[in-house]
């Protein structure tokens, strides 16, 4: 199933790129350029983004996400959600916890955007599985981006996520906290071609069959590529792969990230 999964997505990326020649318009260069790393510029107003992930790792775990945004009246306001699926090492799949989320261009003045994220995290994901949390829990996350030329762009985030009562399969429960911060820089080889290459590092408590907690950390690299397709009715379509490796305490995971994004007007 999970190696199905990935051919279907590679096979996506290469379908799509095959529409370039007849429905391709003049290039419009892309502001949302990264695949971890949350970039700080909101949806136009009367556009939508419809963005899917899927990251499949040697150990056979995957991961899938579809979010969707939506700018509110204006560029200024933002409501998104995101909807995860998994397959995590305990040989568990299915929906995790779904993010409803906020976000509010604060800064896009010249070069720099700086738009601050809160989230609330709904339980879906059954923790008896190890698929979600058991609790409500909230998360701040501040993106911000820098275009530094014509040819490079870096974004930055720095977050974190509380989540009161997170349970384990046996009941346990305890209140977690999470910090994330990561990088990304991109060179645009031209408007619609970008190489990316980005770092993350997430710390996370889990809590412990004794109802203690201890912390997990993971710091990964993902270098990749990604494309655009801009049609004449506004439609931008923006495949991507990447191929994530894990350093210090993430040493010898690797894997392989698919990206796609839908972005149209409404």
Request: glycine share 8%; aromatic share 12%.
């Amino acid at each position: 199933m999970k190696k199905q999964l990935l051919v279907i997505s590679a096979m996506t990326l290469m379908a799509t790129a095959c529409y370039v020649p007849a429905f391709s318009q003049e290039a419009k260069k892309i502001q949302d350029n990264s695949f971890l790393i949350e970039e700080a510029y909101n949806q136009e107003d009367g556009v939508v983004q419809h963005i899917q992930a899927f990251q499949l790792m040697k150990d056979e775990t995957w991961a899938y996400s579809l979010t969707q945004e939506w700018p509110i009246s204006m560029q200024a306001h933002q409501l998104s959600y995101t909807i995860p699926a998994n397959y995590n090492e305990i040989s568990e799949s299915g929906i995790g916890d779904v993010a409803l989320n906020y976000r509010y261009q604060l800064v896009f003045k010249g070069d720099i955007a700086l738009s601050p994220r809160l989230s609330l995290l709904l339980l879906a994901g059954s923790h008896k599985k190890g698929l979600g949390s058991g609790a409500a829990g909230f998360q701040i996350n501040v993106p911000l981006s820098i275009e530094l030329t014509d040819k490079w762009v870096t974004h930055w985030n720095m977050g974190s996520t509380f989540i009161p009562n997170s349970k384990k399969p046996n009941g346990e429960q305890a209140n977690a906290f999470g910090f994330n911060f990561g990088a990304s820089f991109i060179f645009l080889l031209s408007q619609n071609i970008n190489l990316v290459c980005e770092s993350v590092w997430n710390s996370d408590e889990a809590v412990q069959p004794d109802g203690k907690k201890v912390r997990d950390d993971a710091f990964f690299i993902n270098p990749g590529v990604r494309f655009a397709i801009n049609f004449r009715n506004g439609l931008q379509i923006v495949p991507g792969i990447a191929v994530p490796v894990g350093l210090g305490p993430s040493e010898n995971a690797y894997g392989v990230f698919a990206y796609l994004s839908f972005e149209h007007p409404f």
